[in-house]
C-alpha cells in the first residue's frame, strides 16, 4: 500500500509565492512520473505540471515561467514551487504519482491542498 502526502497550501496574497510538497511513502519499488494537479470551483482538474524520474518536466502554459516543479528521488517527493501567484490560480492542488509496488503499477492521488491567492 502507498500514500501521498501533501503539504504547504495556504492563504497567499496575489504576487506571492508558496511551495507545495508531496511525499510518497509506502512499499515503494519506483516512482515514474510526479505531477501536480489542480480544481476549481466549478471547473475540471487540470495538469498543472510534471516531472519524470530522470528529471523531464512540462507545465500548463498558464503556468510556465511561474512555477517549477521537482523532485527528490531519494526522499520519493515531488515539490511545487510557486510564484508571482495570481487570484486566477485559487485551487484544491493535489499530486499524482504512478508508483511501482512488488505487486505492479499504482496510479496514486494525495488528499489534495487548498490554495488560495487573493487580490
Known amino acids: 500500500q502507498v500514500q501521498l502526502v501533501e503539504s504547504g497550501g495556504g492563504l497567499v496574497q496575489a504576487g506571492g509565492s508558496l511551495r507545495l510538497s508531496c511525499a510518497a511513502s509506502g512499499s515503494i519499488f519506483s516512482i515514474n512520473v510526479m505531477g501536480w494537479y489542480r480544481q476549481a470551483p466549478g471547473k475540471q482538474r487540470e495538469l498543472v505540471a510534471r516531472?519524470?524520474?530522470?528529471?523531464?518536466?512540462n507545465y500548463a502554459d498558464s503556468v510556465k515561467g511561474r512555477f517549477t516543479i521537482s523532485r527528490d528521488n531519494a526522499k520519493n517527493t515531488v515539490y511545487l514551487q510557486m510564484s508571482s501567484l495570481k487570484p486566477e490560480d485559487t485551487a484544491v492542488y493535489s499530486c499524482n504519482a504512478r508508483i511501482y509496488t512488488l505487486y505492479g503499477p499504482n496510479d496514486s492521488w494525495g488528499q489534495g491542498t487548498q490554495v488560495t491567492v487573493s487580490s
Open positions: 516531472i519524470t524520474s530522470d528529471g523531464n518536466t
